[in-house]
Nanobody, 116 residues
Framework: QVQLVESGGGLVQAGGSLRLSCAASGRRSSINSMGWYRQAPGKQRELVADISSGGTTDYAESVKGRFTISRDDNAKSTVYLQMNSLKPEDTAVYYC?????????WGQGTQVTVSS
């Protein structure tokens, strides 16, 4: 099993920045890729960014150039999401995701609210 704990959400004004962190515990060695998803009220959960074990990244078009995903180089069990130039439409609950050979795991979510 893998457990994921997110931190770093909060309230920020448009144009501001936030950094989300997600720490994995348990069978960390089983983890392949990790990523961030978000879900706004009334909308489906969507991929924001992910990063493979080899460091390959992928971003939603809406966040390219503003968000950066990174992974702890040592343990590769902590993933970060640096969010710059935040917009009100970035408001959502952000979820950490991990894919391993044991299955797919989710964190409990952290609220990000961007005021205009």
């Amino acid at each position: 099993q893998v457990q994921l704990v997110e931190s770093g959400g909060g309230l920020v004004q448009a144009g501001g920045s936030l950094r989300l962190s997600c720490a994995a515990s348990g069978r960390r060695s089983s983890i392949n890729s990790m990523g961030w998803y978000r879900q706004a009220p009334g909308k489906q959960r969507e991929l924001v960014a992910d990063i493979s074990s080899g460091g390959t990244t992928d971003y939603a078009e809406s966040v390219k150039g503003r968000f950066t995903i990174s992974r702890d180089d040592n343990a590769k069990s902590t993933v970060y999401l640096q969010m710059n130039s935040l917009k009100p439409e970035d408001t959502a609950v952000y979820y950490c995701n991990a894919n391993s050979f044991l299955g797919e795991y989710w964190g409990q979510g952290t609220q990000v609210t961007v005021s205009s």
